[in-house]
């Protein structure tokens, strides 16, 4: 870092990625802070310098005695432990020292209390909140929300033919009883309970134990949403095939038909390739976080439909690198289960298949909102 961009920095003040401090000589308030910051995207704590962005400089003594306190504070009072990389700069009022914190490749991170800090803002904060650490165990692999027990269910809410003939058509041969072992060894039932996978795909009645896992959806006349104004409205229900087959027929009716080129006693084409329909409500299903208490929102308007998902993507994937055909696998088991009973062929081709086949969809990964926008415009009107 250079003189002029420290500059720029300090005019600019704190925020996520910046934190000033005149002086460090607490350990632990040290450790907070880098834990917030290996949590988040990284960040450079600034040391040398008041709330203000005033620089007011460190003498050499400092320097080493904070060099020491780093690396202490680095390997002993965070778990994991981490590696900072530190920089001193020269100024007119003494020198200014900068730790560079990466983003942690080994989430989530904890002081030596077992707190577990995160970024607000150009603040930190401790996670309380059961679903926020799960979602940083999530994005470091620990655990997977399809892969937790639903509370109050058990096996007898597993819809016993729905399971047998899926069983049957995937391996070919029939199950002559529902063990426990079996359901668990197909990572559907855990400590006596459905897991969420379980309840979402063989489930008798899912939105019993889950009511937010549903997609809503609604049909406006206008390009603005308008809550008091509607044509069409639904609370989609019921396990996650019936949930699909349900969201794409809400689709199909509400879009209209386009001649192209055809007889005028044709029936036409759908304005949008059914395809594209099938692929975004099939990744929507599968990867959105289920760790977020939230449904789906399907909204059609005159000019587009939105798909909204809970859960912005996961880890460092990119909007680039998903229409690449990269992907992350969220949720495992569903995944896994899903390609034989959904259009699902879990090669990341969705989204790629999508754009060659129509190249007016629109994705916006809203990080602040925490969740994945996918904008699909319609083609000119034309009724039949």
């Not at 999530?138 to 597993?158: F, K, R, W, Y």
Request: glycine share 6%.
């Amino acid at each position: 870092m250079t003189l002029i961009e420290l500059q720029q920095i300090l005019a600019r003040g704190e925020d996520s990625q910046y934190q000033f401090k005149q002086n460090i000589t607490n350990a632990d308030s040290l450790a907070a802070e880098m834990v917030a910051m290996a949590n988040a995207a990284g960040g450079k704590i600034i040391i040398g310098v008041n709330d203000n962005g005033e620089v007011t400089g460190l003498s050499s003594k400092d320097i080493r005695r904070l060099n020491q306190l780093i690396s202490n504070v680095a390997s002993d009072f965070i778990k994991p432990p981490i590696s900072p990389l530190t920089e001193n700069i020269q100024t007119d009022k003494g020198l200014v020292l900068v730790i560079f914190v990466p983003e942690g490749l080994n989430k989530p991170y904890l002081d030596k209390s077992g707190v577990m800090w995160v970024k607000s803002g150009a603040d930190k904060r401790r996670v309380t909140s059961r679903e926020e650490m799960q979602r940083l165990f999530q994005a470091a692999g620990l655990i997977h929300a399809d892969s937790v027990p639903v509370q109050e269910t058990s096996q007898a809410d597993l819809d016993r033919w729905v399971f047998l003939d899926y069983y049957k058509n995937r391996y070919h041969c029939v199950a002559e009883e529902i063990t426990p072992r079996l359901l668990q060894n197909l990572g559907l039932l855990k400590s006596e309970q459905l897991t969420l996978a379980g309840l979402l795909l063989f489930g008798k009645m899912p939105q019993r134990f889950e009511p937010v896992f549903v997609v809503k959806a609604i049909v406006f006349p206008c390009d603005n949403m308008d809550i008091s104004q509607y044509i069409d409205n639904e609370d989609i229900e019921g396990n996650l095939l019936q949930v699909y087959k349900d969201s794409f027929a809400f689709v199909r009716r509400n879009l209209h038909h386009v001649q192209n080129g055809q007889g005028i006693n044709s029936l036409g084409e759908p304005e949008i390739p059914p395809v594209v329909i099938e692929e975004l409500l099939v990744n929507a299903l599968i990867h959105r976080d289920y760790f977020i208490s939230a449904p789906i929102r399907l909204f059609i308007f005159r000019d587009r439909i939105e798909l909204i998902s809970p859960g912005h993507l996961p880890n460092h994937l990119t909007i680039e690198q998903v229409c690449c055909g990269l992907s992350n696998m969220r949720n495992p088991v569903l995944a896994s289960h899903a390609t034989h009973i959904l259009p699902y062929r879990g090669l990341g081709t969705g989204i790629p298949r999508v754009l060659e086949s129509y190249n007016a969809v629109e994705f916006r990964d809203e990080r602040e909102a925490n969740q994945f926008k996918v904008v699909i415009k319609r083609r000119l009107r034309v009724t039949t």
